[in-house]
């Protein structure tokens, strides 16, 4: 049996249905500058309805100017720290009506580049993007450039990062957090310090290690330079940076992992070479990721709100820009675990 199919209902298939033109029809249905009045609106409304109209989505961008696209920009698309901003972003987007779509970095920045631009040509409404810069970036090059691009054409930017970029920046404060965490554990009485760092290239990691060196330094303490090991931000460079200090395990009371996920790599090192934590060594994190706080036992961190992070920039997108980039701080706050109990002896 031949099945006939259903032509698509087109824009002027519902202007003659409501008895108006095909310009008022789309503005009525897509938005724009002029609006048209309350009365053929409706009629257009009603008759779209009937008609079972689906708009086209690329008329409704060239008569609103945007589209209802956020783009999101993370450097890894797994990573539980990533994952939780990413949740805010979306919960927030879904309570506006927006679309978010998900690119991954993979911590390249031609490939934060090019998503940028795509974005850009895609004329989405704003931009979200996540992680630290690079010591090396200039406010000028490729992804600034990019970013000034995006904005004198009426799009919104806003990042989840150091102020590094002329956009509005929510920034968490990774040194002073860091200093705080220090300054507790030298009040739990741990003395002999060791740093898992992330690539020292990496703000993020950078600051977190600085801050903890100078809560350290109130106290009179330091870390020697053999016991700063720096290696990728990941569970796998946890694992390899604490393998590194597995032979001077009597030197240290207390190890820092510069983010939580390389702390589960550390606490995975330790154990497969025979040491407990926190009987043999304590060990501390950054960023308190939620699907971490059932492991056992559970780390000591720097809790970081990174679900309301997200919320907060998708609202920041939302808002009229300032004459100037805004900067929003988050304060991080230090979570006592049973990783670093009070030391005795």
Do not use: W
């Not at 002329?166 to 554990?185: H, K």
């Not at 310090?193 to 992330?198: K, M, N, Q, Y």
């Not at 330094?217 to 990941?234: I, Y």
């Amino acid at each position: 049996m031949k099945v006939e199919r259903r032509s698509l209902v087109t824009l002027d298939d519902v202007a003659r249905h409501a008895g108006v033109s095909p310009t008022t029809a789309s503005r009525a249905l897509n938005g724009g500058v002029r609006k048209v009045r309350k009365e053929l609106q409706e009629r257009v409304l009603a008759s779209a309805a009937i008609l079972k109209y689906t708009p086209n989505a690329q008329a409704q961008a060239m008569a609103r100017g945007r589209t209802n696209v956020i783009g999101l920009i993370v450097h890894d698309i797994a990573g539980p720290y990533f994952a939780s901003i990413a949740s805010g972003v979306i919960e927030a987007a879904n309570s506006e009506g927006l679309l978010v779509t998900l690119a991954s970095t993979n911590r390249s920045p031609e490939r934060e580049v090019q998503h940028m631009a795509n974005l850009r040509a895609q004329r989405a409404q704003g931009v979200i993007i996540v992680g630290s810069r690079d010591t090396r970036m200039s406010r000028r090059g490729p992804l600034g450039q990019e970013v000034a691009a995006f904005e004198s054409g009426g799009g919104r930017t806003v990042l989840i990062s150091q102020h590094r970029l002329d956009a509005d920046t929510i920034v968490i404060g990774d040194q002073s957090g860091a200093r705080d965490l220090a300054s507790e554990l030298v009040t739990l009485g741990y003395r002999r310090h060791a740093i898992l760092a992330g690539p020292s290239a990496l703000l993020t990691a950078s600051d977190r290690a600085a801050g903890y060196r100078r809560g350290l330094a109130a106290s009179g303490l330091q870390v020697p330079r053999e016991l700063v090991v720096e290696a990728e931000f990941t569970r796998d460079g946890g694992y390899q940076a604490a393998t590194q200090l597995i032979d001077r395990i009597d030197e240290i009371d207390c190890i820092f992992a510069v983010n939580d996920v390389m702390a589960m790599g550390a606490m995975a090192a330790l154990r497969d070479n025979g040491f407990s934590v926190p009987h043999d060594v304590a060990l501390a994190g950054f960023d308190d990721i939620a699907t971490l706080r059932d492991v056992t036992p559970r780390l000591t961190t720097v809790h970081i709100p990174l679900t309301e992070i997200g919320s907060q920039a998708l609202r920041l997108v939302l808002e009229e820009p300032g004459h100037q980039p805004r900067i929003r701080r988050i304060k991080g706050t230090v979570v006592i675990g049973e990783s670093t109990p009070t030391r005795t002896r």
